[in-house]
């Protein structure tokens, strides 16, 4: 028999009609506040629903007033006139991206939380099947509880922000933008047909550049090596033989002069900077001391610039500085380096290097140049102070207002950006840099290209000259007032490439992918076309509406997909199969979410280095990137194709929910007709953890954990944010995770230490929280009539049941992991220190009232959620990399280690001792709650 | 001797009488039938001298003493069946019944033999590896029983041990309950089948709205009130209406 009449009868009258609605309207309302899975939170927990769903709603609200403030600082920022309209939006697009997957991101999450209050269960059936309802009349207000409790989510994650966004991402600056989509790819170029392919490839962006147009004719010059081959091509007025200010790319001829220096041994790199300056200029700090090595990898501590230049970023606060200047600086900043000192791109760490390697020679940094590179190499056009001769073939350098600059003749700062060049000169610089082998100085110039740190990413840094691992090329551009260079050579392929503009990158935004592109062409790869596109921010009114449609269909799309899946699997799988399978696809798609959600990068980023990856098209959050621009208006035709894939997404998913809502429709009777149990299991014998009560309580603990869907997604919960946060401290940038001596991966990294100690705190208070959720209070009566007291031995069952569940697998997988990547002292020791953190944590945990796990109740309503969500989140980003920090300086030396273990090894120990007193039977008492009173009014079908 | 020994036993709920003044002896070798109507206070008392709530006033001693002078020793000597068999779902019926053995820390080999054969002897073992979220009502009401047994208890609470049981499995309970005290226990039971209660009981305790209005023999009680059954004596003594004039109401009302 059905429970329901699924095809009506005919009595559609009035009343009937009313009826219908008064159903439909309790059973929305009654849908509505239930629509977080409250059970996976505590099965005795419905009264505090509407506490618990105002929480989440407050808390989506706060997220929402965080982005407003966001909003705030980046239409301050974009309103600087000094930030390139170029990076205006590729900051734009990252803040939409960022908005977008943060949405996705809620939705999902939400739509995890009511993973099954979404379709009609089994009590839902049970219950009013026995009713008058109509199955219509339950599917529809089922669907529109959904929908209300989807449209609140978003109404109150965007209340805020829905307003604030759309006006910021209007103020960015209309520019000409890279279009980011690809030339049809060719074999790598070769300097004999370099010529042919760049004037082909360079015809659109020339049309746009006009470099005809600057007052006095800009010009550009390319020059590329391949395999010992050169070739030059000119653009504008520009020849073969122009001298150019070639700005920053001068760091990497200071890096070299360290690298001769350091190798004839008349410099260490780790000498202190301090042993360089004229004599009492700055005395010894009583932390960390700047090195050379410090200076010449952006890792000094030291500033972008100095406070005493004058107007900042300014012509004369270069030139018109000196060493004197120089000098009073340092006097004033000392030369201590923090501790925690990351990449910094500092002029002023290069004015320093470049003081102290032409004190230690005993002559000028222009002398020192061209004595030890221009001489030996031969470039005798590259050269600090132009002779008359070499005037006459400067160019002249064009501002960001494409008016003619002054030249910049730098003093202090020469050693920072002061060389003037050609590209012949640059392409036997670069030729060295290739073939070391045919250099009067080959050891210097093999170490001026070790990699020595990093700067962002897995990019690194060696003598100034910045490394990518993924395409294998060193590089570094420069820019002045009026010119810009880059410049990039890759030893394996035995190519290497020059550009020189003699305007402002501002002028010409399409110069930053010019670079990048010539790379493209002489690997082989994909190349981005140099074809220019106009682009302009939407109106105010119009962003918001695009705001607001994008956002709206992009938590529609996350909230279908998590919908859809659950539906086709409840469809297309025996219900006892489904059961199982339903909490397996719950933590799959949780950790898909917090996973992907960390993993993401701008798209703007992406779309340069990434854009011939096949994967790049299959994710959702850069579809609505390119929605949102569509419908205001800005869409950008490298996101044209991800637009239309939103649109059928969006299609496809709502499709597929709509499906499984219908097949559910037809199909919900046999739910009831269905047991609802999991089949039966045999379990693996458990080991022994102590004596027979603390066995019990383990073991219980364990197969609770195992076996109870809302504990594991809990507990999965907290270990995904773990994981989500260690990937996030692996990713980092060096500025989070402080500087380390090599990769993510290597020994004493500061992201691998954060990582795992991050990994083990979240594990320990999840498994506390988890703990603290009871399965059953009815079945709690078995403990009550036992045979045991409070005490010693609840206390020791409960640690150990924390540790058997938290520490002991996270601290395996760490071992595991350590003693493969590192050294085994090294691993050993850390491994120590993540052992007594996790037991002191264990102990904190098991402080207090005594409790078994599992059988104490737990009231929702009454956790601060947003509170402690925030507070765990600055914790762990600030606590664990400060205690990782802390750690990997212990770690280096012996003494350190041992005294931090001892420290650490006693506090574990007092932690025991004093729960071990306080578990007195005296002065303890085993904890069980009453049920609620009203426990006999709540449906309890379960 | 090992007499159970309930003395003005009481307790309130939020202000409510659920046990007022009730006191009653329950002795060796004899089976006690505890009965009332719902409501009376019957698994309230069975929770207190089992330990699992404490009295408002008065107080329960075994063997003389009281039991919450040592109350851990008391759990060691009681088996207690309770009227909802309320378990962990998601164990099987072996781990829950091992769990509960190790818990009252008994030698585990000679305990998993136990276990093993009274799953068998229950009919339970061909399931013993199955959640308890998949037993029917009875098979839970067998764990219960045998989580109850496993200790060898002095004293035995039973309330409601028939409700879900099988025909079989009810005439043996009937005479495991007989055997039981025949060798000695204490047991007291409490159940709404007041024909299993003639049978198996040797004294009767009934109670009603709190009190005790009846406590002796059930030959006895019998003799007293002039009733040829026990059922007779119950509906005497605790039914305060005519079941035939509700009924008659009840079948009005809905029509109405």
């Known amino acids: 028999m059905l429970p329901f009449r699924v095809k009506s009868p005919t009595s559609f009258g009035r009343e009937a009609i009313a009826v219908k609605r008064v159903q439909f309207r309790v059973l929305y309302r009654e849908f509505l506040f239930r629509i977080i899975d409250l059970e996976m939170l505590s099965k005795h927990a419905e009264r505090d629903s509407r506490t618990l769903l105002g929480q989440f709603a407050s808390l989506l609200i706060f997220c929402s007033v965080i982005l407003v403030l966001l909003a705030w600082a980046w239409a301050a920022n974009v309103k600087n006139e000094r930030v390139p309209p170029l990076i205006q939006l590729t900051d734009a697009w990252a803040m939409q991206h960022f908005l977008i997957a943060t949405t996705m991101l809620v939705i999902g999450l939400l739509a995890l939380l009511s993973w099954d209050s979404t379709f009609p269960d089994r009590r839902d059936l049970l219950v009013l099947g026995p009713l008058p309802v109509r199955a219509r009349t339950l599917f529809l207000a089922k669907i529109a509880a959904v929908a209300t409790a989807l449209g609140l989510a978003l109404a109150a994650l965007h209340a805020g922000a829905g307003i604030a966004w759309p006006l910021a991402l209007a103020q960015y600056h209309s520019t000409a933008a890279p279009a980011l989509v690809f030339d049809p790819p060719l074999p790598a170029v070769r300097a004999s047909n370099f010529a042919s392919v760049m004037n082909q490839d360079m015809t659109p962006m020339l049309c746009h550049l006009d470099l005809a147009a600057v007052d006095g004719g800009a010009g550009l010059v390319i020059g590329v090596s391949t395999h010992g081959q050169r070739r030059i091509v000119t653009y504008g007025t520009a020849k073969c033989d122009s001298l150019f200010e070639i700005g920053s790319i001068t760091k990497t001829f200071t890096g070299l002069l360290l690298a001769q220096m350091a190798v004839r041994g008349e410099v260490d790199l780790r000498d202190p900077v301090r042993d360089f300056l004229p004599p009492r200029t700055v005395a010894s700090p009583k932390g960390f001391e700047a090195t050379l090595l410090d200076l010449a990898t952006h890792h000094s501590g030291l500033p972008p610039m100095p406070d005493n230049t004058g107007p900042a970023n300014q012509r004369e606060s270069f030139t018109n500085y000196h060493a004197s200047d120089l000098y009073d600086f340092i006097q004033r900043h000392g030369l201590e380096k923090p501790s925690n000192a990351t990449f910094l791109y500092s002029n002023l760490g290069f004015a320093v290097l470049g003081a102290a390697l032409a004190n230690r020679a005993g002559t000028s940094y222009p002398a020192l140049l061209q004595r030890n590179i221009t001489e030996p190499l031969r470039m005798n056009d590259t050269v600090i102070a132009l002779s008359p001769e070499q005037r006459s073939r400067f160019l002249q350098g064009y501002g960001a207002d494409a008016r003619p600059t002054p030249a910049w003749d730098l003093d202090a700062f020469a050693s920072a950006g002061g060389i003037r060049s050609t590209a012949v000169d640059m392409l036997t610089y670069l030729k060295a840099q290739l073939h070391p082998e045919t250099a009067p100085f080959r050891a210097a110039l093999i170490e001026s290209q070790k990699f020595r740190d990093?700067?962002?990413?897995?990019?690194?840094?060696?003598?100034?000259?910045?490394?990518?691992?993924?395409?294998?090329?060193?590089?570094?551009?420069?820019?002045?007032?009026?010119?810009?260079?880059?410049?990039?050579?890759?030893?394996?392929?035995?190519?290497?490439?020059?550009?020189?503009?003699?305007?402002?990158?501002?002028?010409?935004?399409?110069?930053?992918?010019?670079?990048?592109?010539?790379?493209?062409?002489?690997?082989?790869?994909?190349?981005?076309?140099?074809?220019?596109?106009?682009?302009?921010?939407?109106?105010?009114?119009?962003?918001?509406?695009?705001?607001?449609?994008?956002?709206?269909?992009?938590?529609?799309?996350?909230?279908?997909?998590?919908?859809?899946?659950?539906?086709?699997?409840?469809?297309?799988?025996?219900?006892?199969?489904?059961?199982?399978?339903?909490?397996?696809?719950?933590?799959?798609?949780?950790?898909?979410?917090?996973?992907?959600?960390?993993?993401?990068?701008?798209?703007?980023?992406?779309?340069?280095?990434?854009?011939?990856?096949?994967?790049?098209?299959?994710?959702?959050?850069?579809?609505?990137?390119?929605?949102?621009?569509?419908?205001?208006?800005?869409?950008?035709?490298?996101?044209?194709?991800f637009a239309m894939r939103a649109w059928m997404g969006l299609f496809a998913s709502g499709l597929i929910t709509a499906a499984a809502y219908a097949a559910s429709y037809r199909t919900v009777s046999n739910i009831v007709e269905q047991p609802d149990i999991a089949p039966a299991f045999r379990s693996g014998r458990l080991p022994r953890f102590g004596g027979l009560f603390q066995t019990a309580i383990v073991h219980f603990s364990i197969r609770s954990l195992l076996r109870s869907r809302r504990h594991r997604i809990i507990f999965a919960f907290y270990v995904g944010a773990g994981l989500a946060f260690a990937i996030l401290f692996l990713n980092a940038p060096p500025e989070l995770t402080g500087p380390t001596e090599g990769g993510s991966w290597d020994p004493l990294s500061i992201p691998l230490l954060a990582s795992t100690i991050a990994v083990m705190g979240v594990s320990v208070i999840g498994a506390r929280k988890v703990f603290s959720l009871p399965l059953d209070l009815r079945a709690n009566w078995i403990f009550r009539t036992m045979p045991f007291r409070a005490g010693r031995q609840c206390v020791a069952a409960r640690r150990r049941a924390l540790i058997a569940i938290s520490v002991a697998p996270v601290w395996a997988i760490s071992a595991g992991l350590l003693l493969w990547l590192w050294p085994w002292r090294l691993a050993a020791a850390h491994l120590a220190v993540l052992l007594f953190f996790g037991i002191i944590l264990a102990e904190f945990s098991v402080d207090g009232v005594q409790r078994i796990p599992f059988t104490c109740s737990y009231l929702p309503g009454k956790s601060k959620i947003y509170l402690t969500f925030w507070l765990w989140i600055s914790l762990l980003l600030f606590g664990t990399i400060e205690a990782a920090l802390n750690e990997r300086d212990a770690l280096t030396s012996g003494a350190g280690t041992t005294a931090m273990l001892l420290g650490l090894g006693l506090a574990a120990a007092i932690c025991i001792l004093r729960n071990n007193r306080f578990a007195h039977p005296s002065r303890a008492e085993l904890r069980h709650e009453e049920m609620p009173a009203d426990q006999v009014l709540t449906l309890d079908l379960s | 001797m090992n007499a159970l020994e309930v003395r003005k036993l009481a307790k309130r709920f939020l202000g409510a009488l659920a046990v007022d003044d009730v006191s009653f002896s329950a002795y060796p070798g004899e089976v006690t039938g505890y009965l009332g109507p719902n409501g009376s206070g019957k698994s309230t008392t069975m929770k207190i001298i089992a330990g699992l709530i404490e009295p408002s006033a008065g107080e329960v001693l075994f063997g003389g003493e009281s039991i919450r002078r040592d109350l851990i020793a008391h759990k060691r000597r009681t088996g207690y069946v309770p009227e909802e068999p309320h378990l962990y779902a998601h164990l099987s019926g072996l781990e829950y019944l091992t769990m509960v053995a190790q818990l009252r820390e008994l030698p585990p080999k000679r305990t998993a033999e136990r276990i093993d054969g009274l799953l068998r002897l229950f009919s339970l073992h061909s399931d013993r590896h199955a959640p308890i979220s998949a037993y029917s009502k009875g098979m839970r009401q067998k764990v219960l029983l045998i989580a109850a047994l496993l200790h060898d208890p002095d004293l035995l609470l039973l309330d409601e041990p028939f409700s879900g049981l099988d025909v079989s499995s009810a005439l043996i309970l009937r005479s495991l309950i007989g055997e039981l005290a025949l060798r000695g226990k204490v047991v007291l039971f409490s159940s709404h089948e007041l024909e299993t209660v003639e049978r198996v009981s040797s004294r009767a305790v009934i109670l009603h709205r709190g009190k005790v209005v009846a406590d002796d023999s059930i030959q006895n009680l019998r003799a007293l009130r002039s009733a040829s059954t026990l059922e007779d004596v119950f509906s005497r003594l605790a039914i305060e209406q005519d079941s035939a004039a509700v009924s008659r109401e009840i079948a009005d009302l809905i029509r109405a």
């Open chain 1, 454 to 641: 990093y700067v962002a990413g897995n990019m690194r840094i060696a003598l100034a000259w910045v490394y990518d691992p993924g395409t294998g090329v060193y590089a570094h551009d420069g820019a002045t007032g009026g010119f810009t260079s880059y410049t990039c050579f890759d030893p394996h392929r035995d190519f290497a490439a020059v550009v020189l503009l003699n305007a402002h990158p501002v002028k010409f935004p399409m110069l930053t992918v010019l670079g990048e592109h010539v790379r493209q062409r002489l690997s082989g790869e994909p190349a981005l076309s140099l074809t220019p596109i106009s682009v302009a921010p939407a109106g105010p009114i119009r962003s918001f509406f695009a705001y607001w449609i994008a956002m709206i269909a992009a938590g529609v799309f996350m909230f279908c997909c998590v919908l859809g899946l659950q539906g086709v699997a409840a469809q297309l799988l025996p219900r006892r199969w489904f059961l199982r399978a339903s909490a397996f696809l719950q933590l799959v798609v949780f950790c898909v979410l917090l996973i992907g959600y960390f993993l993401q990068r701008s798209p703007a980023s992406v779309l340069i280095n990434d854009a011939h990856k096949p994967w790049l098209a299959w994710v959702p959050s850069y579809w609505f990137v390119g929605l949102y621009q569509q419908v205001s208006g800005s869409l950008h035709p490298a996101l044209s194709p």
